[in-house]
C-alpha cells in the first residue's frame, strides 16, 4: 500500500477534498498532520509554532509526539490494505515569518511517500474560508494575514514541496477549481493505481477578459470563453486517463475598466470552471469589507494604490511561475486556436517551454484559416482540426 502527501496553505481545505477523493476511491484514508501535533500539545500549530523560538525542546518533544503517532497510524492501515492521504502543512506563516514544519524532514525518513501534491486556491477563497473558520470557532489568529502576506506564504509553501523533487520525490502542483474529475485522475496516477496522461491546455485569457470588460457582460457569457471551456469538458469527458492542468482555475489578476486590481471579485468577473472536490465558492467576496479588516488585517489598507500594485506584480510573476510548473509536469502541451486573436506572447512562451521540453505539442483549431495565416510561427507544431482524431491520440496507451 502507498503514502502520498498532500500539502498547500491554510484555506486550501485539505480535508474537503481528501474526503471526496476517498469516498471514489474506496481504498484511501486521510490523516491530518495538525490534528495529531494539537492533540500532543492542546494549542493549535500556529499558536504552537509562536513559542519555537522560546522553548524549542519541549515544543520539539510535541513534534516527535504527533510524529511518532502518525507513523504508527499509518503503518496500521497500510497493513490492512489501505493507502493514506497525508494533509500537512510544508511551511508555516507567523508574525511575518515562513516557518518550514519541522516534521516535515522525519516524516519523509519514515514513510517514503510516493508521491506529494500541492493544492492552491484563489487567495480570495482562501482568505474567506479563514476569515469564517475565526468567527465559527471564535478563535482569532492572533497575527496580521493580509492577501499580500497570504499571496508570499502560498509561493513559499509551493517552492518548499518543490525543493523535495531533488530528492527523487514526484510533485504535483494543482489548483481546487479544476474538475473533479482531474483531480481524482490525479491521485489515482500519484498513488500508481493508473498510468494516466498529463496534459496542460494554453488558450487565450486576456483578450476575451477584456472583450468582456468593455462590453459590460459576464465573462462566463462571452461566445469565445463559452467556446474554449466546452473543448475543455470534451477533453475530460472523452479521455478518462487525461489528466488535464488548466490554468484559469486559478484567476487573480482580475481589474475593472481603469485597470485597476480588483479587491471585491463578483461570480461575472471570474472565468468560470467545473464542479469541483468544494462546494464551498462565495460570491461576491470583497477584501476591503469590514469583516476582513477586523479579523484579519486591521492594520493594513488594502486599497492602497501601492498595496495593489505589490498584489497585481505578485500575482503576475506567480501565474507565470505556475504555468511553467504545469507544463514541466505534464506530458505534451495542447493549444487550443492560438490565433484566436492575435498570438499572445504568453502563449507563445508556453509553446517554446514546451518544445524545450521536448514534449509534444498539440494546436487545435477547426478553422483551417487561422492556421493557413500563422502557419510559420507555429510549423513545430501539430495541427489538428478533427477532436475525434486529438482524443485518439490522448487515449492511445
Known amino acids: 500500500m502507498s503514502v502520498i502527501f498532500i500539502g498547500g496553505a491554510s484555506g486550501t481545505d485539505q480535508k474537503k477534498a481528501s474526503d471526496n477523493i476517498c469516498n471514489s476511491l474506496g481504498n484511501a484514508i486521510p490523516l491530518k498532520f495538525d490534528e495529531y501535533l494539537e492533540e500532543e500539545a492542546g494549542y493549535p500549530p500556529y499558536l504552537l509554532f509562536d513559542h519555537f523560538y522560546r522553548d524549542r525542546k519541549t515544543i520539539t518533544e510535541y513534534v516527535n509526539k504527533a510524529c511518532d503517532s502518525i507513523v504508527q497510524e499509518v503503518e496500521k492501515n497500510t497493513s490492512e490494505g489501505k493507502n493514506v492521504m497525508l494533509l500537512l502543512h510544508f511551511t508555516y506563516f507567523r508574525r511575518g515569518h515562513i516557518i518550514p514544519n519541522p516534521a516535515l524532514e522525519f516524516l519523509l525518513r519514515k514513510l517514503n511517500p510516493k508521491s506529494i501534491l500541492v493544492l492552491v486556491d484563489d487567495c480570495y477563497h482562501c482568505l474567506f474560508r479563514i476569515l469564517q473558520r475565526i468567527i465559527r470557532n471564535r478563535r482569532p489568529l492572533f497575527q496580521e494575514l493580509d492577501p499580500l502576506s497570504f499571496l508570499v506564504w502560498r509561493e513559499a509553501e509551493l517552492s518548499q514541496a518543490l525543493s523535495l523533487t531533488y530528492r527523487g520525490y514526484p510533485v504535483y502542483l494543482v489548483a481546487n477549481k479544476h474538475d473533479k474529475r482531474t483531480l481524482i485522475r490525479l491521485v489515482q496516477h500519484a498513488f500508481g493505481f493508473r498510468k494516466c496522461k498529463l496534459a496542460y491546455i494554453s488558450h487565450h485569457i486576456t483578450m476575451p477578459r477584456r472583450k468582456a470588460i468593455e462590453r459590460k457582460i459576464s465573462l462566463d457569457k462571452l461566445e469565445e470563453v463559452i467556446e474554449i471551456q466546452d473543448f475543455k469538458r470534451k477533453l475530460i469527458e472523452k479521455c478518462d486517463n487525461l489528466v488535464l492542468f488548466d490554468p484559469t482555475t486559478i484567476d487573480e489578476l482580475i481589474y475593472d475598466e481603469d485597470n485597476n486590481l480588483k479587491l471585491a471579485i463578483n461570480k461575472e468577473d471570474r472565468w468560470p470552471f467545473f464542479e469541483s472536490l468544494h462546494d464551498d465558492y462565495i460570491f461576491p467576496v470583497d477584501l476591503s469589507s469590514n469583516d476582513f479588516r477586523r479579523e484579519l488585517y486591521s492594520s493594513i489598507d488594502v486599497k492602497n494604490t501601492s498595496y495593489r500594485e505589490q498584489m497585481r506584480y505578485q500575482i503576475e510573476m ?80
Open 318 to 397: 506567480q501565474i507565470e511561475s505556475r504555468d511553467f510548473l504545469y507544463i514541466n509536469q505534464s506530458d505534451m502541451l495542447i493549444v487550443y486556436r492560438p490565433t484566436m486573436y492575435n498570438v499572445a506572447s504568453g502563449i507563445m512562451a508556453e509553446i517554446y517551454t514546451a518544445m524545450a521540453q521536448q514534449k509534444p505539442v498539440y494546436a487545435f483549431t477547426p478553422h483551417k484559416e487561422e492556421r493557413q495565416r500563422k502557419r510559420k510561427l507555429f510549423d513545430l507544431m501539430r495541427w489538428i482540426d478533427d477532436k475525434e482524431l486529438l482524443f485518439d491520440i490522448i487515449r492511445d496507451p
